[in-house]
T-cell receptor, first 115, second 112 residues
Framework: DAGITQSPRHKVTETGTPVTLRCHQT?????MYWYRQDPGHGLRLIHY???????DKGEVSDGYSVSRSKTEDFLLTLESATSSQTSVYFC??????????????FGAGSRLTVL | RKEVEQDPGPFNVPEGATVAFNCTYS??????FFWYRQDCRKEPKLLMS???SGNEDGRFTAQLNRASQYISLLIRDSKLSDSATYLC?????????????FGKGTTLSVSS
């Protein structure tokens, strides 16, 4: 299996608190992504990174920020968690970008509940 | 916006059955297509890419119909272990992969 781990795997927090999810990869892939998955929706892109310190917004970026200070780590921060951010968050990696024939490899997911 | 649509199912089939899923997409400029499999409470994993000429991997066959803008997945001789949700994924040509659109998934349940 690809070396991609997410932490924490489960978290319960309260509205208004900051939360940081971590994605760590050992594959040296250039591209990293954060998705959220909710019932009734397909996976939706939050933010992505195409290199160290190079990040950009996805479809549902409001309320989220990211940082990538090292190739292997991509952090997702919820600045002030809201109940609408209760979701399962997946990190994914791709060597050259998930366009064309390149595919995504996903982490095991982080299940976040905001009370 | 419904750029990628799948029948959510569930499809309930007995072992050994043949089952087919379709997925329609709205962007005619879409360039690459995939089927991912997602087990309950697990991450999605690539099942197969879908090529213009159609492709087969064991019991699984994927086909693309650009004229009608749909892709299909055929599973022959279904196994209990095929029970999962199958996600259709369409890329509208962005190399960074930020234009990947995921369908909501089709759930398959194979019973003995």
């Amino acid at each position: 299996d690809a070396g991609i781990t997410q932490s924490p795997r489960h978290k319960v927090t309260e509205t208004g608190t900051p939360v940081t999810l971590r994605c760590h990869q050992t594959e040296n892939h250039r591209y990293m992504y954060w998705y959220r998955q909710d019932p009734g929706h397909g996976l939706r892109l939050i933010h992505y990174s195409y290199g160290v310190k190079d990040t950009d917004k996805g479809e549902v970026s409001d309320g989220y920020s990211v940082s990538r200070s090292k190739t292997e780590d991509f952090l997702l921060t919820l600045e002030s968690a809201t109940s609408s951010q209760t979701s399962v968050y997946f990190c994914a990696i791709s060597p050259q970008g998930a366009g064309g024939a390149n595919v995504l490899t996903f982490g095991a997911g982080s299940r976040l509940t905001v009370l | 916006r419904k750029e990628v649509e799948q029948d959510p199912g569930p499809f309930n089939v007995p072992e050994g059955a043949t089952v087919a899923f379709n997925c329609t997409y709205s962007n005619s400029a879409s360039q690459s297509f995939f089927w991912y499999r997602q087990d309950c409470r697990k991450e999605p994993k690539l099942l197969m890419s879908v090529y213009s000429s159609g492709n087969e991997d064991g019991r699984f066959t994927a086909q693309l119909n650009r004229a009608s803008q749909y892709i299909s997945l055929l599973i022959r001789d279904s196994k209990l272990s095929d029970s999962a949700t199958y996600l259709c994924v369409v890329n509208s040509g962005n190399q960074a992969g930020t234009a990947l659109i995921f369908g909501k998934g089709t759930t398959l349940s194979v019973s003995s």
